[in-house]
Antibody, heavy 120, light 108 residues
Framework: EVQLVESGGGLVQPGRSLRLSCTASGFTFGDYAMSWVRQAPGKGLEWVGFIRSKAYGGTTEYAASVKGRFTISRDDSKSIAYLQMNSLKTEDTAVYYC???????????WGQGTLVTVSS | EIVLTQSPGTLSLSPGERATLSCRTSQRISSSYFAWYQQKPGQAPRLLIYGASNRATDIPVRFSGSGSGTDFTLTISRLEPEDFAVYYCQQYGSSSLTFGGGTKVEIK
């Protein structure tokens, strides 16, 4: 059974940093791209970014709203994907979902999400 | 950035009725990179349709997707009580992804 479990969310002040983790199980983690999607309270879904598998260079892509502030990385030996969030803004407040991304660019498995609240 | 516009914003229907949800993209996209998701309150989204018309694993046959180019449709043939939720479309292209704003299907 595929499982994705996010951790690391919480309350953080504007301008500070936070790192989220996504621990995967039930599939060969290194074979898949991994992505982060967020959802602000009461709002729709917003793609944050993704990291390709090593077979495709392990490169990353980001939404314009987070580019230069957020970094996605992966540790295939531990089956963990990370989202490093720097220079956080109040508008980054959201539930952050870890997802498994298919070659077709869709997300076939989602974690339960972790809430990040950016507030002073 | 490709913008996805979903309509209507809210759809009020009764169980057993047919639901037709629309998603229009601001540029032509490949059907291979288009998907639909369902989200219920307090839950993560669930993949329904990928490649515009392929049902994901364990998705009931009452859900179907169609469309190409800039116009895509999700149809629920007969609404079951568990289908009342918010539905999102999504596209992938040019190393960027976008979601539509969502359509809420509510009980009339």
């Amino acid at each position: 059974e595929v499982q994705l479990v996010e951790s690391g969310g919480g309350l953080v002040q504007p301008g500070r940093s936070l790192r989220l983790s996504c621990t995967a199980s039930g599939f060969t983690f290194g074979d898949y791209a991994m992505s982060w999607v967020r959802q602000a309270p009461g709002k729709g879904l917003e793609w944050v970014g993704f990291i390709r598998s090593k077979a495709y260079g392990g490169t990353t892509e980001y939404a314009a709203s987070v580019k230069g502030r957020f970094t996605i990385s992966r540790d295939d030996s531990k089956s963990i994907a990370y989202l490093q969030m720097n220079s956080l803004k109040t508008e980054d407040t959201a539930v952050y979902y870890c997802t498994r991304a298919s070659a077709g660019g869709y997300f076939d498995y989602w974690g339960q999400g972790t809430l990040v609240t950016v507030s002073s | 950035e490709i913008v996805l516009t979903q309509s209507p914003g809210t759809l009020s229907l009764s169980p057993g009725e047919r639901a037709t949800l629309s998603c229009r993209t601001s540029q032509r996209i490949s059907s291979s990179y288009f998907a639909w998701y369902q989200q219920k309150p307090g839950q993560a989204p669930r993949l329904l349709i990928y490649g515009a018309s392929n049902r994901a694993t364990d998705i009931p046959v009452r859900f179907s997707g169609s469309g190409s180019g800039t116009d895509f449709t999700l149809t629920i043939s007969r609404l079951e009580p568990e289908d009342f939720a918010v539905y999102y479309c999504q596209q992938y292209g040019s190393s960027s992804l976008t979601f539509g704003g969502g359509t809420k299907v509510e009980i009339k």
